[in-house]
């Protein structure tokens, strides 16, 4: 079958690989009909993790079951699924709290794992034609049969929820006001989760046209950090109020003047976020980044305004999304008309078409926001 393999920094090909096999019984063979491209392979795909060579990329992915495993029950070949990106057992002590981004059966001596994914276990990821699911009947979510909503559900598997769970680590409430930094598929995922949720008023912090334009689409506040300080001008609009929470769809590799900054908008929410407010971090913050901008980013350490967070009383909430616990009722307010995530969604392509697409995204231009890869099409 092909597949989207890494081959080194700023290198994806298109590859002939093995097709995946039936490896304990409970496993599923699912035939690939959509997986997307994510702001977290390019942290790989520039060379900023430990990623070797040969990884199959891909852990946002969906299609129809072709096989099952002798233990498998619940699902059946012809099923049209979903899987979380987050691989979980379904039976250790997190995965029964609902804490499958932390699942400790699915990697050994580390918490959590995920297809196609550096350090995230020997499951390869299913930007390829298809896709070898463990423990199918607990990760796979089952979908209405045919194409309808292929889009919206498609961003079941990572980014939805993942902007809806930014939402609830920051403890927003209903009523409240929000700052979101990052308007890439996250954050403007974050942002359409606020705005679902009852938020009064919401910004969108990003300097990409395209993606300000979407913000603004969907009904919230952008603000170019190019054209000044984000916070001053959110503070300016708001005549000094602050806001209620803040959620990071940045991560480490933040910028600031055109240069990489990683604690920019850690700093950031602190100083904008109303004392007892919140603070929701799903952008990506590594425990050793190789190409860290000095000595201690390389660590994984980074500085903090520690004094200012303790005396503003600020909680925060961080951590890859535990997707199970969102993406059922997320699916069923799709199915009910009364969510429409594929806004964001900019491209569409057949898997020949991702190395090019790997590039444009990286680069943030030509409108290049989130794009979906239809392997079999
Ligand atoms: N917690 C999870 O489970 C989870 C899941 C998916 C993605 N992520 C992480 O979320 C982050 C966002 O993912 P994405 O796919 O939207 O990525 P992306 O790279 O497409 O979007 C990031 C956006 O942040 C903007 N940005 C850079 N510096 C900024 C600053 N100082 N202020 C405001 N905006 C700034 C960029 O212009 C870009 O549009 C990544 O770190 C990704 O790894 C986490
Ligand atoms: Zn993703
Ligand atoms: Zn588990």
Same mark, same amino acid.
């Given at each position: 079958?092909k ?12 590859q ?26 390019? $942290? ?18 969906m ?7 002798s ?77 309808? $909503? ?10 939805f929820?993942?902007?809806? $769970? ?18 890439g598929?996250?954050?403007l =995922? ?78 950031? =929410? ?6 007892t ?57 799709i ?43």
């Amino acid at each position: 079958m092909k597949a989207v393999v890494y081959q080194g920094p700023f290198q994806v090909a298109v590859q002939e690989v093995p097709e995946p096999t039936i490896q304990h019984p409970a496993d599923v063979i699912v035939k690939i009909t959509t997986s997307c491209i994510c702001g977290s392979d390019l $942290h790989m795909y520039e060379g900023r993790t430990a990623a070797e060579p040969g990884i199959i990329f891909g852990h946002e992915n969906m299609g129809v079951v072709v096989e099952t495993g002798s233990a498998v029950s619940r699902l059946k070949v012809g099923d049209r699924v979903v899987m979380p990106f987050n691989i979980g057992c379904g039976h250790c002590q997190n995965c029964e709290s609902g804490y499958t981004a932390f699942c400790t059966e699915v990697n050994p001596g580390f918490a959590g794992g995920a297809y196609g994914y550096v350090a995230m276990g020997p499951y390869p990821g299913g930007q390829a034609q298809y896709l070898r699911v463990p423990w199918a009947d607990f990760n796979a979510l089952s979908l209405p049969p045919g194409r309808e $909503h292929e889009s919206d559900f498609a961003l079941l598997a990572d980014i939805f929820p993942t902007g809806w $769970h930014g939402v609830s680590l920051s403890g927003f409430q209903p009523g409240e006001s929000l700052v979101v930094f990052g308007g890439g598929p996250v954050g403007l =995922m974050a942002a359409y989760s606020a705005v679902l949720r009852g938020a009064s008023e919401v910004y969108v912090v990003d300097r990409v046209p395209e993606r300000l334009e979407k913000a603004r689409q969907i009904g919230t506040i952008p603000i170019n950090f190019d054209q000044a300080d984000a916070v001053d001008q959110i503070l300016d609009q708001r005549h000094g109020a602050y806001v209620d929470r803040a959620v990071d769809a940045v991560g480490y590799q933040a910028t600031q003047a055109g240069r990489e900054v990683p604690n920019t908008v850690l700093v950031s =929410m602190v100083r904008v976020v109303r004392a007892t407010g919140g603070l929701g971090v799903p952008g990506l913050y590594v425990p050793s980044d190789p190409g860290g901008v000095d000595p201690l980013a390389r660590e994984g350490y980074l500085s903090f305004p520690v004094g200012k967070f303790f005396e503003k009383g600020l909680k925060m909430g961080t951590g890859q999304c535990n997707v199970k616990q969102y993406n059922r009722y997320l699916r069923d307010l799709i199915i009910a008309g009364r969510a429409t995530p594929s806004f964001v969604v900019s491209h569409e392509i057949s898997l020949e078409d991702a190395p090019l697409a790997y590039e444009k995204f990286d680069k943030r231009i030509e409108g290049y926001t989130k794009v979906l890869i239809h392997p079999n099409d």
